[in-house]
């Protein structure tokens, strides 16, 4: 028998496998920040072009020599009204010697043999250079900008698509609040305090959750002393509790990470430890911080999978030494994810615990196939149901006239091995044959399938496709839509 197929209690067991991180995908660029404040720049070019050039190092606190015999209207006007360092025109064109000292040099020039000489003096003088709208003579490049300084956000296309990254800018310009940049600043001004207040690494670490937190909810609130009194109390307030680990029970939702909730983002991006499930997307696991250590505890129907109790010990041991543990589970952690004995697990040895609750693959599904499981011309109560018992067999305990009363709405998780069966006892217990019924393979990923089909002829249906898993069937009137639905998901009818 193949090891897949093994009933529950005859599967082998198997050990946490730590993911790791996956190596960084080649850069076109490399972003670095430049620090320039009260350094020297040099300004090859007196267009209205490289007058912006010279804003930017300006607003960065260069000193910006402008080196050109002709020089445009706007670039006089930026020398007079600079926004940080001095902008200094020299009527003249540049020389080798002018790069002494210089730690940019940006040119702005016509033709290619005056941008290459320009390059080379500039790279034989160890300054990095920029030459504008010419990438193969620059080191690097000026990408679109969000200013909420000191947070500073940079876009770069590698040159290949400038009106591109505008709009991307445009777009974080409308997410981000002005207010950020207030906050921001605070936290450069009251790290060293912070530092000087007399909390442990987890304490200050604490506070930064809290400030984080408050800025986040409340960025149009400007920064006070009061504000830093308030959370350094907060954090002494919690004693010896900030040194203590905690346990956070996530919902990973059914695939699609853009499902995940903004609880659900906090906490994988805070988590010291991950520990997660076979069916959980590994796009979800982008969300969280890179230096977590992320542990595969697998458990999928059938196959090879880590024991639950050994899950619980493990969770719990991180816990205890102070770790912040993530548990993310697929769909919803209350919804067929033994959340329950986790729960117990950490209650037992007084871990704090917190559930954050995930989309469930029922709902996932309907939203992307476009279904009302609830539509009220079909439908009056919805039902989740397992499709198999602790043993792996078929449940004994499954409530048959409520799988067969055709105003109902019914959605079966890990239904695969046993839907046969199911089936079988729900058409001699009353179900109609004919109800509609649709089987949905990793709902909500790009590589969804459906198989749309009576419930009679499901089973079958679904054994031919060898659908990959993880899979979820709905049954019910409320699926009589779905022939007519527009999904963004191949969909496979009878």
């Given at each position: 028998?193949?090891?897949?197929?093994?009933?529950l209690?005859a599967?082998?067991?198997?050990?946490?496998?730590e993911?790791?991180?996956?190596?960084?995908?080649?850069?076109?660029?490399?972003?670095?920040?430049?620090?320039l404040?009260?350094k020297?720049?040099?300004?090859?070019?007196?267009s209205?072009?490289?007058?912006?050039?010279?804003e930017?190092?300006?607003?960065?606190?260069?000193r910006?020599d402008v080196?050109?015999?002709?020089?445009?209207?706007e670039?006089?006007?930026?020398?007079a009204?600079?926004?940080?360092?001095?902008?200094t025109?020299?009527g003249?064109?540049?020389t080798?010697?002018?790069?002494?000292?210089?730690?940019?040099?940006?040119?702005a020039f016509?033709?290619d043999?005056?941008s290459?000489?320009?390059?080379?003096?500039?790279?034989?003088?160890?300054?990095p250079?920029?030459?504008?709208?010419?990438?193969?003579?620059?080191?690097?490049s000026f990408?679109?900008?969000?200013?909420?300084?000191?947070l500073?956000?940079?876009?770069?296309?590698d040159g290949a698509?400038?009106?591109f990254a505008?709009?991307i800018?445009?777009?974080?310009?409308?997410?981000?609040?002005?207010g950020?940049?207030?906050?921001?600043a605070?936290a450069?001004?009251?790290?060293?305090?912070v530092?000087l207040?007399?909390?442990s690494?987890?304490?200050?670490?604490?506070?930064?959750?809290?400030?984080?937190?408050?800025?986040?909810?409340?960025p149009?609130?400007?920064p006070?002393?009061d504000?830093?009194?308030?959370?350094?109390?907060?954090?002494?307030?919690?004693?010896?509790?900030v040194?203590?680990?905690?346990?956070t029970?996530?919902?990973?939702?059914?695939?699609?990470p853009?499902?995940?909730?903004?609880?659900?983002?906090?906490?994988?991006?805070?988590?010291?430890?991950?520990?997660?499930?076979?069916?959980?997307?590994?796009?979800?696991?982008?969300?969280?911080?890179?230096e977590?250590?992320?542990l595969l505890?697998g458990k999928t129907?059938?196959?090879?999978?880590?024991?639950q109790?050994?899950?619980?010990?493990l969770m719990?041991?991180?816990?205890?030494?102070?770790?912040r543990?993530?548990?993310?589970?697929g769909?919803?952690?209350?919804i067929?994810g033994r959340?329950?004995?986790?729960?117990?697990?950490?209650?037992?040895?007084?871990?704090?615990?917190?559930?954050?609750?995930?989309?469930?693959a029922a709902?996932?599904?309907a939203a992307?196939l476009?279904?009302?499981?609830?539509?009220?011309?079909?439908?009056?109560?919805?039902q989740?149901?397992t499709?198999?018992?602790?043993?792996?067999?078929l449940p004994?305990?499954?409530?048959w006239?409520a799988?067969?009363?055709?105003?109902?709405?019914?959605?079966?998780?890990m239904?695969v091995?046993?839907?046969?069966a199911?089936?079988?006892?729900a058409l001699?217990?009353?179900l109609?044959?004919?109800?509609?019924?649709?089987?949905?393979a990793?709902?909500?990923?790009?590589?969804q399938q459906?198989?749309a089909?009576p419930v009679?002829?499901l089973p079958?249906?679904i054994?031919?496709?060898?659908?990959p898993?993880?899979?979820?069937?709905?049954?019910?009137?409320?699926l009589?839509?779905l022939?007519?639905?527009?999904?963004?998901s191949r969909?496979?009818?009878?």
């Amino acid at each position: 028998m193949d090891a897949s197929r093994k009933p529950l209690e005859a599967r082998p067991d198997r050990k946490p496998l730590e993911a790791r991180p996956d190596r960084m995908a080649k850069l076109a660029r490399l972003p670095v920040f430049l620090a320039l404040e009260g350094k020297r720049a040099l300004l090859a070019g007196g267009s209205a072009g490289a007058a912006w050039k010279a804003e930017l190092l300006s607003a960065a606190g260069a000193r910006v020599d402008v080196y050109a015999e002709e020089v445009a209207d706007e670039m006089r006007a930026m020398a007079a009204d600079a926004p940080g360092g001095v902008i200094t025109i020299i009527g003249r064109a540049w020389t080798t010697d002018d790069l002494t000292g210089a730690a940019v040099a940006i040119g702005a020039f016509e033709d290619d043999d005056s941008s290459a000489a320009f390059a080379a003096a500039a790279r034989a003088a160890g300054v990095p250079v920029n030459v504008i709208d010419r990438p193969a003579f620059c080191d690097f490049s000026f990408g679109a900008i969000v200013n909420r300084s000191p947070l500073v956000i940079g876009i770069s296309t590698d040159g290949a698509a400038p009106v591109f990254a505008q709009a991307i800018r445009a777009k974080l310009e409308a997410l981000l609040p002005n207010g950020f940049a207030a906050w921001a600043a605070a936290a450069a001004k009251w790290r060293n305090a912070v530092k000087l207040s007399g909390l442990s690494f987890s304490g200050r670490r604490k506070f930064w959750q809290v400030f984080t937190a408050h800025a986040m909810q409340n960025p149009a609130s400007a920064p006070t002393q009061d504000h830093f009194a308030r959370f350094i109390a907060e954090v002494k307030g919690l004693g010896a509790a900030v040194e203590a680990g905690s346990v956070t029970l996530v919902g990973a939702g059914p695939g699609d990470p853009e499902l995940l909730t903004l609880r659900a983002v906090r906490a994988l991006q805070s988590a010291d430890v991950i520990l997660f499930d076979d069916l959980v997307s590994r796009d979800v696991l982008d969300f969280s911080r890179r230096e977590a250590r992320k542990l595969l505890v697998g458990k999928t129907g059938f196959g090879p999978s880590c024991k639950q109790e050994d899950i619980n010990a493990l969770m719990v041991s991180l816990a205890s030494q102070g770790k912040r543990v993530v548990r993310l589970k697929g769909g919803d952690p209350l919804i067929f994810g033994r959340a329950g004995e986790e729960l117990d697990a950490c209650k037992a040895a007084n871990i704090a615990v917190e559930i954050v609750p995930g989309i469930t693959a029922a709902q996932g599904a309907a939203a992307r196939l476009g279904l009302s499981l609830t539509d009220r011309k079909h439908s009056r109560r919805l039902q989740y149901i397992t499709g198999h018992a602790q043993n792996g067999q078929l449940p004994d305990d499954i409530d048959w006239r409520a799988l067969a009363d055709t105003a109902t709405t019914t959605a079966i998780y890990m239904p695969v091995r046993t839907l046969e069966a199911l089936v079988t006892r729900a058409l001699t217990e009353g179900l109609d044959p004919s109800t509609p019924a649709a089987a949905i393979a990793r709902a909500t990923r790009p590589d969804q399938q459906v198989i749309a089909a009576p419930v009679g002829e499901l089973p079958a249906r679904i054994a031919q496709a060898a659908l990959p898993g993880p899979v979820l069937v709905m049954v019910g009137r409320a699926l009589e839509s779905l022939g007519t639905a527009q999904a963004p998901s191949r969909v496979a009818r009878a």
